[in-house]
RNA sequence: UGGGGUGUAGCUCAAUUGGCAGAGCGCGCGGCUGUUAACCGCGAGGUUGCAGGUUCGAUUCCUGCCGCCCCAGCCA
């Protein structure tokens, strides 16, 4: 494999985000020429460089201000970016500069002003206002301060919060990673498949959402779509899914959420080496797009991008037996049989400068519907991907069953409902096949490659055990 | 669900041995033409999470409850 054999050739996006593919509708600045209109242009802040000296509009939000007796500062946020526009009683007279009152933090504005290059302003331009409009007010006190606050006052002021650099770049981090994905698996001939959120018992009985459903009885949100991809994946041979699943276990950790987004691939004929190399050569597409594309959001984050760069096929494989060798050596009292814990899978990454695969666990350990290792029963194929800095397990994924008998016997020795699991057989009855698939948890790669601390910051409306609001 | 921590002004936090409830930010008024979380002066702002107990006196000590944070388990 060479090392650039990860990186998917057919759509290449362009290395600068466009800023401002979408025209804003504008009764002013339709034709959009700049020089010829007797009212300015309307521009967004990234473009700015390209009017210096000439009068543009740019319509924002007030992030901060400051006002000084005949001067005033604003700070203002358009969504792509932040420049500072300086009013100056001088410049524009005493009835403009009497409206500076109307002027607060939140207040939606529409500005116009001269475009100059200033080696003051942190963003290298500034505007000096001509005018402005107030196009939205917003009353004094609005809740979040540039300055520290508490974790649960952030989260109940989420709607706010979000306004922030550091959120924003969060979510736009978030979204090139979808973005990615979707490339990815898209010049490799996936299929995307929508997998039902609702649904009949089926996997786990507990930590299940659940409600009413008609003359149905009980429907659960759904906690995988892999049993459905599994049956698109003979249907259409590579497959994906991207939506959210729910988990009603009671966690309270910086790596779960009750409701999160999960990537699950399903590939017919992969097994599970096959499927490993899918997964290395996914996430270091992820982050290799990020640190292409999202440089100044990782800088906004302040994210170490060292210890990103490093990120590249092949990634450690460590099976189950050597690991448990490994961490007792390495002072862990963990018996083979049981599963890794959090302290357990950190020793194995120390020191990694990238993810670290951890293979075919004890059978005990793991979903009834992971196939058995030929080469010793006591384990199944599958594989944990475990990143680094100790984010943990990002990835699950498995070679599955697809005899009909050992997946029966499976169902059964579990004490699983049989009948539930008719259509999930009958995969296995008409012309089964080798399959391998895994399911990337988008949170917890998000949180990985932004360098969060918690999950909780990934996502734009976090919900979690005591939080449904906002 | 266990273990640890925490709760004081709108926000972030102080309060000595148990002895009058404090600061910064924000807010109000005034000042200032280059501020970067601006600065200077004045001012308003409190049921110290809730309930009980000890005490002349509790933010402080004790008991119970509640909220939140961190860790573990479950998992992505």
Redesign the pocket.
Known sequence: MTPSSYRPTLPRPPKTPPTSVMPIASPSSGDGSATSSQTPPLVRIPDLNAHVGSVVTLRGWIT????????A?L?VRDGLGTV?A?L????VGPAIWDRYGEL??EASVELTGTV?A?P???GGF?L?LRDFVVTGGSP????I???????????DHRHLWLRSPRQAAILRVRSEIEQAIHDFFYVRNFTRVDTPILTAAIG?R??LFSTEYFDEGTAYLA??GQLYGEAAAAALGSIYTFGP?F?A??????????E?W?IEPEVAFADSADNMRLQEDLLSYLVERVLSRRRRELDELERDVSKLEHVAPPFPRIAYTDAVEILRTRGSSIEWG?????????LLVEGADRPVFVCNYPKE???FYMKENPADPRTVLCN??LAPEGY?????GSQREDDYDRLLARILAEGLPVDAYGWYLDLRRYGTFVHSG???????CVAYICGL????ETIPFAR?M??LRP
């Open positions: 901060h201000l400051r006002s000084s007796g005949k001067i500062f700070v500072q300086v100056a009683k001088a410049d607060t933090q100059r200033d003051r302003a942190p500034e000096t004094i006190g609005y809740p301060q540039p300055k520290e606050h508490g974790v649960d006052f952030l989260m786990e507990s930590g906690q995988t699943t988990r276990e009671k966690s309270k950790t910086r790596r779960h959420l009750t999160f999960m049981a599963d890794l814990g959090a302290e357990d899978e950190a350990a793991k979903a944990d991907c943990g397990e990002i990835i699950g895994f399911g990337l948890g988008l949170e917890r601390p918690h999950v909780r979690l005591n939080r």
